[in-house]
T-cell receptor, first 113, second 116 residues
Framework: AQSVTQLGSHVSVSEGALVLLRCNYS??????LFWYVQYPNQGLQLLLK??????LVKGINGFEAEFKKSETSFHLTKPSAHMSDAAEYFC???????????FGTGTSLTVIP | DTEVTQTPKHLVMGMTNKKSLKCEQH?????MYWYKQKAKKPPELMFV???????INESVPSRFSPECPNSSLLNLHLHALQPEDSALYLC???????????????FGAGTRLSVL
């Protein structure tokens, strides 16, 4: 079975500081992992994906994530936070059938001016 | 183009009303999904259509009735809803082919539903 755990339901960073959002996965098979962002009153937008190619994945808006098998982690980072990064972030893993996404509980990012 | 279009954006309905939510995609995707999302929570899967056939129903109450008229359209018919059904309803689509790693889901902006 596949699942993801997001550590920290709320993260606050100062504008210009490093953003680190944590995601750990559990999977009995090589996982396919995703990060989505949700701005207020909007749907989910794909930030980046890991599909067993390069372990360091670059996404949109300056975000990247590194797949670490030894740590079963797929943490999301951005070197310098911008006010526009304030949103809800969801880590997700895809199930065997490819039809089911298992979402983490989400992390709300606040950026302090 | 990775657009999934949902209408309406907002819907207010009484508990005796019948209404429908619509979702449309023109990416040639063969899997479509309905999710329910409460505030500050992750989306909860409701239904999955694969090649226009219902493949997953996550024990959703019968007052929610999905329909997939063709490969581009997905509807969610609502009848006799309860106030606790108020939520953001999200539609998504994915390629369905090429293996699980290529089955990225693309989401619409959602319909904000309020049941009075």
């Amino acid at each position: 079975a596949q699942s993801v755990t997001q550590l920290g339901s709320h993260v606050s960073v100062s504008e210009g500081a490093l953003v680190l959002l944590r995601c750990n996965y559990s999977s009995s098979v090589p996982p396919y992992l995703f990060w989505y962002v949700q701005y207020p009153n909007q749907g989910l937008q794909l930030l980046l994906k890991y599909t067993s190619a390069a372990t360091l994945v670059k996404g949109i808006n300056g975000f990247e994530a590194e797949f670490k098998k030894s740590e079963t982690s797929f943490h999301l980072t951005k070197p310098s936070a911008h006010m526009s990064d304030a949103a809800e972030y969801f880590c997700a893993v895809i199930g065997w059938t490819g039809n089911q996404f298992y979402f983490g509980t989400g992390t709300s990012l606040t950026v302090i001016p | 183009d990775t657009e999934v279009t949902q209408t309406p954006k907002h819907l207010v309905m009484g508990m005796t009303n019948k209404k429908s939510l619509k979702c449309e995609q023109h990416m040639g995707h063969r899997a479509m999904y309905w999710y329910k999302q409460k505030a500050k929570k992750p989306p909860e899967l409701m239904f999955v259509y694969s090649y226009e056939k219902l493949s997953i129903n996550e024990s959703v109450p019968s007052r929610f009735s999905p329909e997939c008229p063709n490969s581009s359209l997905l509807n969610l018919h609502l009848h006799a809803l309860q106030p606790e059904d108020s939520a953001l309803y999200l539609c998504a689509s994915s390629q369905q082919s090429g293996g699980a790693g290529k089955n990225i889901q693309y989401f619409g902006a959602g319909t904000r539903l309020s049941v009075l």
